[in-house]
């Protein structure tokens, strides 16, 4: 049976299956691709707040995974998130994409695609413009999505949040750019 693609509201994970998110994002985002002992640095502070919206996953088996959270593949996680455009004081509800992993032993297979796309699909059907950052623009460029070079801030920022609200190579849009705003946006909140 091929792989297939399950999304799941983010509350309804059972404990396993969130604990399988955190593995493979730990194995994916270490630098030598082997499991790390410690995974706290992997476990998204996002994933417990309420705009966790859903996970996306790629898994052998669909109906294990419903059951038993085996066998993650590839994943990536949508937020719910309002930004604040300041020079109009307008908000702007948008998707947010974060997390997106493939299993060291299943890439360059395709499965990093499909769930990134799986994730836009819910954009278009919502009308939203998903938001994100990259190391790897490249890859986004082929599925249409277009870097942005707007001013970001963060107008909630706690001691610890003070830092650079993106630390990735791009930032980058799926939708419609006509509907992307100039200037200065805040992120109305941390970046993801």
Not at 35 to 57: M, V, W
Not at 87 to 96: A, H, I, K, M
Request: negative net charge; proline residues 7%.
């Amino acid at each position: 049976m091929p792989p297939t693609i399950v999304v799941q509201p983010f509350l309804n994970l059972s404990p396993e299956q969130r604990q399988a998110t955190v593995r493979l994002r730990a194995i994916h985002f270490s630098k030598d691709k082997t499991f790390p002992e410690n995974l706290t640095r992997f476990e998204s502070p996002r994933l417990a707040q309420p705009d966790a919206r859903e996970i996306h996953s790629v898994v052998e088996n669909s109906d294990e995974w419903a059951e038993s959270g085996n066998t993650l593949i590839a994943g990536a996680e949508l937020i719910q998130r309002e930004l604040i455009l300041p020079e109009t004081n307008q908000r702007l509800s948008v998707l947010g994409l974060l997390g997106v992993c493939v299993h060291p032993d299943y890439q360059k297979q395709g499965y990093g695609r499909r769930v990134v796309e799986s994730c836009f699909e819910i954009s278009r059907r919502e009308g939203k413009i998903c938001l994100f950052q990259t190391d790897v623009p490249e890859f986004y460029d082929l599925l249409n999505c277009r870097r942005v070079s707007n001013a970001f801030v963060n107008s909630k920022p706690s001691a610890e949040e003070r830092r650079n609200n993106w630390w990735c190579k791009a930032v980058m849009i799926y939708g419609d750019p006509a509907e992307w705003p100039q200037g200065v946006v805040d992120l109305n909140g941390l970046a993801w």
